[in-house]
């Protein structure tokens, strides 16, 4: 199993959200905020998970609060913001810390020292694709649109 694939995060429901039922998946991995104004891309995972789920993708949201305090609600509040603005349904874990002292380990492993794309994390939805392997293939600023053409070849070319 990959060290991706062997990651172990909280869901927003706080059951347990291992990342291991992913693998032979592609995944796209983004860091989420409720109150940005990149929050309408929301939207555009939503239709990216419904468009290519069934060939084995997903969308793995993951809020973070360390940008400009974006992200000021608890978990309950982040699900229905979620739910009742974007129709969200792909999987959101638990509020965690992308860069710092007390970076994730999952973010550590996406972007930490000797990364495939090494670097702080910029802002809110910073896309990072995770091929089936669980290797990362591409990195994409957070200003990139999920419905960008380069984010739409690099999922389709990765699942093949």
Not at 56 to 73: D, I, R, T, Y
Not at 105 to 134: C, H, M, S
Request: negative net charge; glycine residues 10%; charged residues 20%.
């Amino acid at each position: 199993m990959s060290a991706f694939h062997g990651i172990k995060l909280n869901g927003l429901d706080g059951k347990e959200l291992p990342l291991a039922p992913l693998k032979d998946k592609v995944v796209l991995v983004v860091n989420v905020a409720s109150k940005c104004g990149l929050t309408p891309q929301y939207a555009a995972l939503e239709s990216l998970y419904k468009q290519y789920k069934d060939r084995g993708f997903s969308v793995l949201g993951l809020p973070c609060n360390q940008f400009a305090g974006q992200e000021p609600g608890n978990e309950q509040e982040i699900q229905s913001f979620c739910e009742l603005n974007y129709g969200v349904t792909f999987p959101l874990g638990e509020k965690l810390d992308v860069n710092g002292p007390h970076r994730h380990k999952l973010y550590v492993q996406l972007a930490g020292e000797g990364a495939e794309f090494p670097g702080d994390i910029t802002w809110n939805f910073e896309k990072f694709l995770i091929g089936r392997n669980g290797a990362v293939i591409h990195r994409f600023s957070p200003r990139t649109n999920p419905d960008d053409p380069a984010i739409i070849a690099a999922i389709e070319k990765a699942l093949g």
